[in-house]
């Protein structure tokens, strides 16, 4: 494995790779950095800065995808950012809680645009023409959506149940369009249908004690924050390529692999004050840092091929760790 380090970043907050250049979100910017793939800086965008610009996504047509956190808008932009339009704003929309926080968004293979709201507790979904198509997430404490729904007279209720949220983070989306879910303060990642069925879930047992993990995602029980590997400390991030989902903890200075039945893999990260692990390690606990293999709250993750890259946030810097 060789490690690859990108500094200068003013608070890397999201990263996005298409079109043959990096994407990066700078919190402090407000803006978007254009980078070539060795991390020759190209340009920002656009002129006119975004109030806390958050997630990057793109469609199969080079689109680009910004959420606007505050703004509680999604633009779209042309490959080089030029704003083409923006798609959907929260005053557009006939509920209140639609759109009160967009954080990440995926584009599917039809072209509807999927988003996590980490303020209605909500994963959203809308066309391609910013038409809303439905929601998941829980009615009420003790009950969840079935599939994508369409109710919008009730704000959706933050829960602990599987198919729930607390102040979800990041998704994205395997080759058949099964979604995977970080659940950030239910400390758990949770799985979806296409067509909206929950699918399972996975981390630690709050039932079992701090010792005991889920072995493959599983349809009930409850979660617990935990330190160790298997488990997850504020997971913020995640994303999936061929059989491979890795996932990474705001909380924690780590990242973890598993596969898409939700078998663990290992994780990598810190080791010592100044040592990181040379691959992926299956027991142990992470150390934070700033030494090149370490973290210090991430915040994003994109995989391509045999690289996985890393926003490393409070870092101010991207890490490249490639395994061909």
């Not at 800086?41 to 109030?51: E, H, I, N």
């Amino acid at each position: 494995m060789q490690i690859g380090v990108a500094s200068g970043f003013k608070g890397p907050l999201a990263i996005h790779i298409a079109n043959d250049k990096i994407y990066i979100s700078e919190w402090s910017q407000h803006q978007i950095a254009i980078c070539d793939l060795s991390f020759k800086f190209l340009k920002s965008f656009p002129d006119q800065k975004l109030k806390t610009p958050h997630g990057i996504s793109s469609d199969s047509e080079d689109r680009i995808y910004v959420t606007e956190y505050d703004g509680r808008a999604i633009h779209q932009f042309s490959s080089d950012g030029k704003l083409i339009k923006t798609l959907i704003t929260a005053e557009a929309l006939t509920a209140p809680w639609l759109l009160s926080g967009p954080v990440k968004t995926v584009v599917d293979k039809e072209g509807n645009l999927l988003l996590i709201d980490f303020n209605s507790d909500s994963l959203q979904k809308f066309s391609k023409d910013g038409k809303f198509l439905g929601w998941i997430g829980a009615h009420s404490p003790d009950r969840v959506t079935s599939g994508w729904s369409q109710d919008i007279s009730k704000r959706p209720s933050r829960g602990f149940i599987p198919g729930a949220f607390d102040h979800p983070n990041a998704l994205c989306l395997d080759k058949n369009e099964n979604i995977y879910v970080a659940d950030t303060e239910n400390n758990r990642i949770q799985k979806f249908s296409k067509d909206g069925k929950f699918l399972g879930w996975i981390g630690s047992k709050r039932d079992q004690g701090h010792g005991a993990f889920t072995s493959r995602f599983e349809m009930t029980g409850e979660a617990q924050s935990s330190l160790f590997p298997r488990g997850f400390f504020s997971p913020i991030c995640l994303d999936v390529e061929a059989d491979s989902l890795i996932v990474g903890e705001f909380g924690h200075p780590r990242i973890q692999k598993f596969s898409l039945e939700g078998e663990f893999q290992g994780w990598l990260g810190g080791i010592s004050w100044d040592q990181s692990a040379e691959n992926w390690k299956m027991d142990g606990l992470s150390a934070p840092g700033n030494h090149k293999g370490m973290f210090f709250h991430l915040y994003d993750l994109r995989i391509r091929g045999s690289k996985i890259f890393v926003a490393d946030t409070y870092n101010s810097r991207v890490q490249v760790f490639d395994f061909s």
